[in-house]
T-cell receptor, first 114, second 114 residues
Framework: ELKVEQNPLFLSMQEGKNYTIYCNYSTTSDRLYWYRQDPGKSLESLFVLLSNGAVKQEGRLMASLDTKARLSTLHITAAVHDLSATYFCAVDNAGGTSYGKLTFGQGTILTVHP | DAGVTQSPTHLIKTRGQQVTLRCSPKSGHDTVSWYQQALGQGPQFIFQ???????QRGNFPDRFSGHQFPNYSSELNVNALLLGDSALYLCASSLRPGGGTEAFFGQGTRLTVV
């Protein structure tokens, strides 16, 4: 059974600082997603990582994927208050014709303080 | 493009009752997946529908059932509701299970069982 673990689960940051959220998963997969969720809201897609070594950046967020280590990172640069939210990684553990069953991590609650 | 739409947005039911939740996928998408997100946790995969058939299923009891219509919209039915069924139910749409495309989530239905 695929397990996805994120750490840290809680992250309190000062504005302007950098930090990284880690996502480890237990079985081979080449499809990993990062989502953002604001309180009481749905999931907003941030990044789709589809191959080993994939790196994507959007604004102050950068995500990478190492399929050999079964590890993805979400790096936050110069945090701002607007980044406060819960961040989830999700792994698509099926293959062939059966993609689309996402297994999510527990989520990382990020709070950015002035 | 309206994106993924779900109805209703909020629902209160009594233990033992039955509930039906509805989802219309994003335009051009033909695959619908349902997730349950309990408070403070990551979403958990319930099942996936493609070509009006259940293609994949997570670890949920038979009380959870679904349907997909020819226009690709979908329903999630839960029978004999338990207090533990209280959660945010999310619908995600994508393009065919083997397509490996990104899943887009609806705004969710908040179900409260009392």
């Amino acid at each position: 059974e695929l397990k996805v673990e994120q750490n840290p689960l809680f992250l309190s940051m000062q504005e302007g600082k950098n930090y990284t959220i880690y996502c480890n998963y237990s079985t081979t997969s080449d499809r990993l997603y990062w989502y953002r969720q604001d309180p009481g809201k749905s999931l907003e897609s941030l990044f789709v990582l589809l191959s080993n070594g994939a790196v994507k950046q959007e604004g102050r967020l950068m995500a990478s994927l190492d399929t050999k280590a079964r590890l993805s990172t979400l790096h936050i640069t110069a945090a701002v208050h607007d980044l406060s939210a819960t961040y989830f990684c999700a792994v698509d553990n099926a293959g062939g014709t059966s993609y689309g069953k996402l297994t999510f991590g527990q989520g990382t609650i990020l709070t950015v303080h002035p | 493009d309206a994106g993924v739409t779900q109805s209703p947005t909020h629902l209160i039911k009594t233990r033992g009752q039955q509930v039906t939740l509805r989802c219309s996928p994003k335009s051009g998408h033909d695959t619908v997946s349902w997730y349950q997100q309990a408070l403070g946790q990551g979403p958990q995969f319930i099942f996936q529908y493609y070509e009006e058939e259940e293609r994949q299923r997570g670890n949920f009891p038979d009380r959870f059932s679904g349907h997909q219509f020819p226009n690709y919209s979908s329903e999630l039915n839960v029978n004999a509701l338990l207090l533990g069924d209280s959660a945010l139910y999310l619908c995600a749409s994508s393009l065919r299970p083997g397509g490996g495309t990104e899943a887009f989530f609806g705004q969710g239905t908040r179900l409260t069982v009392v």
